[in-house]
């Protein structure tokens, strides 16, 4: 994402404001309270946005007090948070700048009903989504895109929760597109009412569950964001966009950078609450989840404590340590305006857990941000990709009904969107796919190597067992030395091997320690962790020494041999030990070899079967090809007789004609001559007289 500030020659907008350093805001909110409140009963007092723990008697506990810049009471609206809090992000958000607000606290303090509200009183989320859409209305200059995705993160999973069948997606970083998770669904909206169905849709998808304490527990942390593309409206007389691109190609080439698209990020997040499994009773799965609530939330208390941290402490924040600090690291430290809401429940039994979030706002507060506007003069700009496009079928439609066309151009960007998102994961399966075959090739060169290792020992070892067996010969022969010298003479010759040609894994193995990872090491049991004190020693700013907790197997370092042991005896038990793995190696190897005979074996045979089967239809081939020839020749000369035969109907018919015609001539010649005779009867003499 380009972070350069531009002047745009066509827009009558103004420059983007500089980058800003900025404080994290990040204001309390106590949760009416749900039980009555007893004599005798330690409260929570709120005096000038300072609260402060008072005993039964009235006065204050000492050390328990935190000043905010703001406190909502219980009496306070999630409007009236959201006017203090969250408004500005939201004008920001139109201008480009990146937004996040979350809500922080334990269980059934009331961070779900601040973000997501009731009926009579909306959450930070739909007054954001209706703020969004107001707000772009009133920029008549500039045209914007916006696109949603609504994910949860679930026992350290991340699901999508607008499309069931994306699960378990995994999260990416690139230069354009900075964190982000790969295959999500983003849906392009064109109302806060189209987001809102998204919304309900994606809700009924999240992961609830009842414990003691919230008959509705979210057991997840859910992240709702909007993506806000904007750029300046072409204004040129022609409205040749192309052309318009293409200018602004060429200056870019040229390294002069004008104002054009801003991408915005906006995450509005419910987190799933830190939980006292004492008190919310869970076991089974709840416990499970339990344990993922309370991980992931102890990685964002350590990203909170290190960046609360002034100078060099800050050096490495631990972002990698769970998805949910991942997801949130632009907000944490980064480029974005952010503010936390840390919800509190009032009741005298939750004082503990109410101090600990205190404690995680009072050092949330001292976090700063640098926010900048978000300009990108690539081919990120999904809007800058659809325009054209999308110009060419506002063309087309034109006349149509403006309804109608709004909501073919809204299903055409979702198509195209749905196509690159598409895209995009198979390049990613591609990427997974090159990977495992890279790792595969890897490991094979591995085999290969330690099978060369196998070989060049087992010379190494001949050789020198030849060569001590010689000297002791020669010795005994010679000088009659006692058994003792012998053998310390007989090893000298492993105190000299040719170590320029050991492979590496005869060289003794070095630390995993020598990379400075980008997480902590994250123990295997961490799943355990459910010490509830563990959050109060956050909350106060103490950092986890994750690898103090326990260490995962696979983290121990790999002990060196020791340095007084002589290098002898150091190499000779290296090779012993891996004389016995390659040992076991060549073994498998074998057994495969004996497996890959035994295949091959079966292959012969079938392809000895298969050559029979061959030649046996060879052969009738043949005799079918003789019978066609034969048939073919029958049929030639049953051909010729019946040509024959059609000459003689030919002839026949000739001559029948010629008949005919004679006989018809006879005919009309011998009717003539009766025809006369009647006309001229012919007297014969003597007739009359007889
Ligand atoms: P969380 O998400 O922190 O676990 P919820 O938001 O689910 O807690 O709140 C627990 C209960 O308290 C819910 O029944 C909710 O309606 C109620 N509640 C929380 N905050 C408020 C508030 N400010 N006003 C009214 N009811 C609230
Ligand atoms: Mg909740």
Same mark, same amino acid.
């Given at each position: 994402?380009?972070?350069?500030?531009?002047?745009? /020659?066509?827009?009558?907008?103004?420059?983007?404001? !500089?980058?800003?350093?900025?404080?994290?805001?990040?204001?309390?909110?106590?949760?009416?309270?749900?039980?009555?409140?007893?004599?005798?009963?330690?409260?929570?007092?709120?005096?000038?946005?300072?609260?402060?723990?008072?005993? !039964?008697?009235?006065? /204050?506990?000492?050390?328990?007090?935190?000043?905010?810049?703001?406190?909502?009471?219980?009496?306070?609206?999630?409007?009236?948070?959201?006017?203090?809090?969250?408004?500005?992000?939201?004008?920001?958000?139109?201008?480009?700048?990146?937004?996040?607000?979350?809500?922080?606290?334990?269980?059934?303090?009331?961070?779900?009903?601040?973000?997501?509200?009731?009926? *009579?009183?909306?959450?930070?989320?739909?007054?954001?989504?209706?703020?969004?859409?107001?707000?772009?209305?009133?920029?008549?200059?500039?045209?914007?895109?916006?696109?949603?995705?609504?994910? +949860?993160?679930?026992? &350290?999973?991340?699901?999508?929760?607008?499309?069931? +069948?994306?699960?378990?997606?995994?999260?990416?970083?690139?230069?354009?597109?900075?964190?982000?998770?790969?295959?999500?669904? &983003?849906?392009?909206?064109?109302?806060?009412?189209?987001?809102?169905?998204?919304?309900?849709?994606?809700?009924?998808?999240?992961?609830?569950?009842?414990?003691?304490?919230?008959?509705?527990?979210?057991?997840?942390?859910?992240?709702?964001?909007?993506?806000? &593309?904007?750029?300046?409206?072409?204004?040129?007389?022609?409205?040749?966009?192309?052309?318009?691109? =293409?200018?602004?190609?060429?200056?870019?080439?040229?390294?002069?950078?004008?104002?054009?698209?801003?991408?915005?990020?906006? *995450?509005?997040?419910?987190?799933?609450?830190?939980?006292?499994?004492?008190?919310?009773?869970?076991?089974?799965?709840?416990?499970?989840?339990?344990?993922?609530?309370?991980?992931?939330?102890?990685?964002?208390?350590?990203?909170?404590?290190?960046?609360?941290?002034?100078?060099?402490?800050?050096?490495?924040?631990?972002?990698?340590?769970?998805?949910?600090?991942?997801?949130?690291? /632009?907000?944490?430290?980064?480029?974005?305006?952010?503010?936390?809401?840390?919800?509190?429940?009032?009741?005298?039994?939750?004082?503990?857990?109410?101090?600990?979030?205190?404690?995680?706002?009072?050092?949330?507060?001292?976090?700063?941000?640098?926010?900048?506007?978000?300009?990108?003069?690539?081919?990120?700009?999904?809007?800058?990709?659809?325009?054209?496009?999308?110009?060419?079928?506002?063309?087309?439609?034109?006349?149509?009904?403006?309804?109608?066309?709004?909501?073919?151009?809204?299903?055409?960007?979702?198509?195209?969107?749905?196509?690159?998102?598409?895209?995009?994961?198979?390049?990613?399966?591609?990427?997974?796919?090159?990977?495992?075959?890279?790792?595969?090739?890897?490991?094979?060169?591995?085999?290969?190597?330690?099978?060369?290792?196998?070989?060049?020992?087992?010379?190494?070892?001949?050789?020198?067992?030849?060569?001590? &067996?010689?000297?002791?010969?020669?010795?005994?022969?010679?000088?009659?030395?006692?058994? +003792?010298?012998?053998?310390?003479?007989?090893?000298?010759?492993?105190?000299?091997?040719?170590?320029?040609?050991?492979?590496?894994?005869?060289?003794?193995?070095?630390?995993?320690?020598?990379?400075? !990872?980008?997480?902590?090491?994250?123990?295997?049991?961490?799943?355990?962790?459910?010490?509830?004190?563990?959050?109060?020693?956050?909350?106060?700013?103490?950092?986890?020494?994750?690898?103090?907790?326990?260490?995962? /197997?696979?983290?121990? !370092?790999?002990?060196?041999?020791?340095? *007084?042991?002589?290098?002898?005896?150091?190499?000779?038990?290296?090779?012993?030990?891996?004389?016995?793995?390659?040992?076991?190696?060549?073994? =498998?190897?074998?057994?495969?070899?004996?497996?890959?005979?035994?295949?091959?074996?079966?292959?012969?045979?079938?392809?000895?079967?298969?050559?029979?089967?061959?030649?046996?239809?060879?052969?009738?081939?043949?005799?079918?090809?003789?019978?066609?020839?034969?048939?073919?020749?029958?049929?030639?000369?049953?051909?010729?007789?019946?040509?024959?035969?059609?000459?003689?109907?030919?002839?026949?018919?000739?001559?029948?004609?010629?008949?005919?015609?004679?006989?018809?001539?006879?005919?009309?010649?011998?009717?003539?001559?009766?025809?006369?005779?009647?006309?001229?009867?012919?007297?014969?003499?003597?007739?009359?007289?007889?």
């Amino acid at each position: 994402m380009s972070t350069h500030r531009r002047i745009s /020659p066509w827009s009558s907008s103004p420059p983007p404001p !500089p980058a800003t350093m900025e404080k994290i805001s990040v204001a309390v909110r106590f949760r009416p309270s749900i039980s009555q409140e007893l004599p005798g009963e330690r409260q929570w007092r709120v005096e000038d946005s300072r609260i402060t723990l008072h005993r !039964p008697l009235g006065t /204050p506990v000492s050390g328990v007090s935190f000043a905010f810049d703001h406190v909502f009471v219980e009496s306070c609206t999630n409007g009236a948070v959201y006017e203090v809090l969250i408004k500005s992000i939201i004008e920001s958000a139109v201008n480009g700048f990146n937004g996040t607000a979350f809500a922080y606290g334990q269980t059934s303090s009331g961070k779900t009903y601040t973000m997501n509200g009731c009926e *009579n009183d909306p959450g930070i989320i739909q007054l954001a989504v209706n703020d969004v859409f107001d707000n772009i209305q009133m920029v008549k200059e500039r045209e914007f895109l916006i696109r949603v995705s609504y994910m +949860e993160i679930y026992n &350290e999973e991340i699901n999508d929760l607008l499309s069931l +069948e994306n699960q378990k997606l995994q999260i990416h970083e690139s230069l354009e597109r900075g964190i982000y998770v790969a295959g999500l669904r &983003e849906e392009i909206v064109n109302s806060a009412d189209l987001v809102f169905k998204l919304l309900k849709h994606g809700e009924a998808n999240r992961h609830f569950g009842e414990t003691n304490m919230n008959v509705r527990s979210s057991r997840s942390h859910t992240i709702f964001r909007m993506v806000i &593309e904007s750029s300046a409206k072409d204004t040129s007389s022609s409205g040749d966009l192309s052309n318009a691109d =293409a200018i602004r190609v060429s200056v870019l080439c040229n390294s002069v950078s004008y104002a054009s698209n801003f991408i915005s990020s906006q *995450n509005l997040v419910d987190l799933a609450g830190s939980e006292r499994i004492a008190k919310t009773g869970a076991g089974g799965v709840r416990l499970k989840e339990g344990k993922h609530i309370n991980k992931s939330l102890m990685a964002l208390g350590n990203v909170i404590n290190k960046l609360s941290d002034s100078g060099k402490q800050r050096a490495h924040i631990p972002y990698r340590d769970s998805k949910l600090t991942r997801i949130l690291q /632009p907000a944490l430290g980064g480029n974005a305006k952010t503010s936390i809401i840390c919800t509190v429940a009032p009741e005298e039994m939750h004082v503990e857990e109410t101090r600990g979030t205190l404690q995680f706002a009072s050092r949330a507060k001292r976090i700063t941000n640098c926010a900048q506007v978000n300009e990108i003069l690539t081919d990120a700009a999904l809007l800058k990709r659809q325009k054209l496009e999308i110009e060419e079928l506002r063309r087309k439609l034109q006349g149509s009904h403006s309804e109608v066309l709004e909501q073919m151009i809204l299903k055409q960007r979702n198509d195209m969107l749905k196509s690159e998102l598409e895209r995009e994961k198979l390049a990613i399966q591609l990427e997974e796919e090159r990977k495992s075959r890279e790792a595969l090739e890897h490991y094979i060169k591995e085999q290969q190597l330690k099978i060369d290792t196998l070989k060049d020992l087992s010379c190494f070892s001949d050789r020198a067992r030849n060569s001590a &067996e010689e000297t002791l010969s020669a010795r005994q022969s010679c000088m009659g030395t006692s058994n +003792e010298n012998v053998c310390s003479f007989g090893n000298e010759s492993f105190s000299t091997p040719n170590l320029k040609a050991m492979p590496n894994e005869f060289v003794a193995k070095r630390s995993n320690y020598s990379a400075l !990872p980008d997480s902590s090491p994250m123990p295997e049991s961490f799943d355990n962790v459910v010490d509830e004190d563990m959050w109060l020693h956050l909350n106060k700013g103490c950092h986890t020494d994750l690898n103090m907790l326990q260490m995962s /197997p696979n983290m121990e !370092p790999q002990s060196l041999p020791s340095r *007084n042991t002589s290098l002898e005896r150091c190499l000779t038990s290296e090779a012993e030990a891996e004389c016995s793995i390659d040992k076991k190696i060549l073994e =498998a190897t074998m057994e495969k070899c004996a497996i890959l005979e035994r295949e091959c074996d079966l292959l012969r045979e079938e392809k000895s079967s298969l050559a029979q089967a061959l030649s046996t239809s060879e052969g009738n081939v043949k005799l079918l090809t003789a019978q066609k020839e034969e048939l073919l020749s029958e049929l030639k000369v049953e051909k010729q007789k019946m040509q024959d035969l059609k000459e003689e109907i030919r002839l026949f018919g000739l001559a029948f004609a010629q008949r005919e015609g004679i006989l018809k001539s006879l005919y009309t010649k011998s009717k003539a001559l009766v025809e006369n005779l009647k006309a001229h009867p012919v007297v014969v003499p003597g007739a009359l007289e007889c």
